[in-house]
């Protein structure tokens, strides 16, 4: 429900804070005094165009303020987790319209575009004016006012649950043509594919495998060169030039040729002698070495040979190596469906059409039903519109076939609401046919039978008892506090009759302080109500006849 209203520098008000509680709220003031002024603030808030002129003469800015608490299941709550915002207990909505009619919204403070500022407002208020209707006045919400009214939620449960059902089975059969369209396209190439790709057979992870063994063959490689001139430089290069055993034997013989005593030149043929031993100790090392674990030269061939050819695939197919045994399974998959693809098509095709078929079905029970409850809502609204000066008034509801482009998860009917005002009138369209007195009091009567179904909570009625007294008035008053029995309900009323069923009663005036208007609102208690009530029956001069009037009134609407 609407919990309060904060109203800054609108028109001639300057500050305004209002609380509402459930039930049934009266507004009432002389003609003139700003009622209009509070449902054009409340507007604002709801999403309305903002122009310049709402602004209050020489101040930059205007703002308005609704704070609204739903229930919890309510859809408010739904669309602000479409646009990420967390969901509170309290929904708060804001318009900051500056003095050149640019414009800004919020949503619990946070910055949102208009529409969809306009969008929660729909799902919390309707308003009900002599001269703009939103809720029942829009056609695309009487399928569900008429559901709600016949309990045929879970009937079109059971239709939009065969929907998505059919619309899944359709998507995958579309999917499975397009599929086999694409692949009989290419059916050449894939098969090629399939048998290069199954001739290179992939493995998932060789490539970096390949690498690191690539790598390894080839320092081994150059590790058997390292040896092998190490080798070189250990045996003569030609006959005249010996090996560097052979020398430093030459040399040892040498110095043992010295006269005796040659005592001097010991050490050095020691060194001598060992340095050949050690020369003989490496050549027998390196030998070894060699023999011991040179690399194959055909296996890093071998290496290369297979990893250049993943990596060409991979070019070739414009896909990481890594990718290339998902890509074989891919297109053998591809290959599969083209071969076995018309009987996968078939299949899915009868899916569908038995889809299809249960959809039709649950549709045309709920057509069914929608007609059995249409008429059961005409009867019941007939018998509301009598008391409301409405008795030459037919309402007719139109559940008609839709193309089947227009099916959908709601079903394959369009509801309309129609009015005929007189007799032998065609009906027609609520907005169109009715005059703004008998539209009010119209909708009115629909809320009376319709607001246990209601998404709405609250409801707003403009001046619904325009052009009516007396009785008239007084059924108007009575269906206001029945509707407000489940539903917050506000009423702008000219009317004592109407006034009197208020649970809450608000007053509108206007005053002049030095060259400047300004509309106030004041919360009437009881005394103060029972004066109000007797302006309205008297008009100027209130006399002792009218308070008593204006106190039986009150007293019936106890």
Known sequence: MLASLAIRDVVLIERLDLTFGPGLTVLTGETGAGKSILLDALGLALGARAEAGMVRAGQPQASVAAAFLPPADHPAFA????????????IVLRRVVQADGRSRAFVNDEPVGVALLRRIGTTLIEVQGQHDQVGLADSATHGGLLDAFGALEARRAKVAAAWSTWRSAERALTEAEA?????????????????????????????EELAKERLHLQQGERRAEAIAVAIAELTPRDRRSGSPARALREAARALERLPPPNEEAQPAIALLNAAQEAVAEAETALTRLMSEGGPDPR???????????????????????VELPALLVSLKERLASLDAGSGRVAELARAAAAARADYTEAARALSEARREQ???LERAIARELPPLKLDRARLAIEVAAK????????????????????PG????????????????????ALKVVLARGSPVPTLIFDEVDAGIGGATAAAVGERLARVAERLQVLVVTHSPQVAARGIAHLQVAKSVRGERAETRVS?????????????MLAG????????????????DAR
């Open 179 to 207: 599929a086999i369209a694409a692949a009989q396209r290419d059916e050449e190439w894939l098969r090629h594919a399939v048998g290069e790709l199954t001739g290179l057979a992939p493995v998932e992870g060789e490539d």
């Open 523 to 535: 919360q009437l208690p009881d005394a103060a109500r029972r004066e109000e009530i007797a302006r």
């Open 425 to 444: 009138q065609a009906p027609g369209p609520l907005a169109k046919i009715a005059s703004g007195g008998e539209l009010s009091r119209l909708m009115l």
């Open 374 to 376: 249409a008429a059961k």
């Open 403 to 422: 193309d089947e482009g227009g099916w959908g998860p709601d079903g394959q009917d369009r509801v309309t609401f129609l009015v005929a005002t007189n």
């Open 299 to 321: 296996r890093l061939e071998q290496v290369e040979e297979r990893l250049f050819a993943l990596r060409g695939a991979a070019r070739k197919h414009s896909v990481a190596v």
């Open 540 to 555: 100027e001069r209130i006399t002792d006849a009218a308070r008593a009037a204006a106190e039986s009134l009150l007293a």
């Open 79 to 90: 669309l602000l987790a479409e646009q990420g915002m967390a969901a509170e207990d309290e």
